[in-house]
């Protein structure tokens, strides 16, 4: 609903904030797109094929935290201090492992990003590239991208608005 409000926002409002001049908009589904090219999907294949093996091996590290938690939980009534002390070191030392580790594969600066970036911020550059070039060749005025959340892919330049409300924020101090 949010993604047809916009839709509506922008083809309505905009040629009345331009002066009624008529705009080319158009639309992509980059998803759709990438579903159909051929080095998009076997760069797919490439990272599930990792990630799979990054939570087979995360599945085990878990596995065996719990397998040792339950092992300590049995008999932490007929331990030594000095013994439950050492195990519950133990569990939380393979607890930190598991977080370093999925941080490692999976967090923000992880070894997945840069492997995303390498396998498939390539064929993602070339298909800016086609938006730009079909929308200079075919005189567009925005050009969005309507998979996930709508994003614009192209704006033509004579509606950038950056400078001047760059120069009014200026001038209001």
Partial sequence: ?????????????????????????????????????PEAQEAQRQ????????QHELSQMQQTWQRKFEEYDQRKLIMSDQR??????????LDREIAEFRDR?????????????????????????AIQEIAEEEAYDYVFDQ?????????????DLTE????????MQ
């Fill in 105 to 129: 594969k999976f967090g923000q600066e992880g070894e997945l990003f840069y492997l995303q970036e390498e396998l498939i911020h390539p064929i993602q550059d070339r298909i800016f590239l």
């Fill in 84 to 93: 439950r002390a050492e195990a519950e070191r133990e569990l939380m030392e």
């Fill in 164 to 171: 001047k409300v760059l120069q009014r924020v200026i001038d």
């Fill in 1 to 37: 609903m949010k993604k047809v409000f916009l839709i509506a926002f922008i083809i309505v409002l905009i040629p009345a904030l331009v002066g009624a001049q008529s705009l080319r908009i158009g639309y992509i589904n980059s998803d759709a797109i990438m579903d159909q090219l």
């Fill in 47 to 54: 990272l599930d094929e990792i990630v799979s093996e990054w």
């Fill in 147 to 159: 998979s996930g959340d709508i994003l614009l892919m192209y704006a033509n330049e004579q509606y």
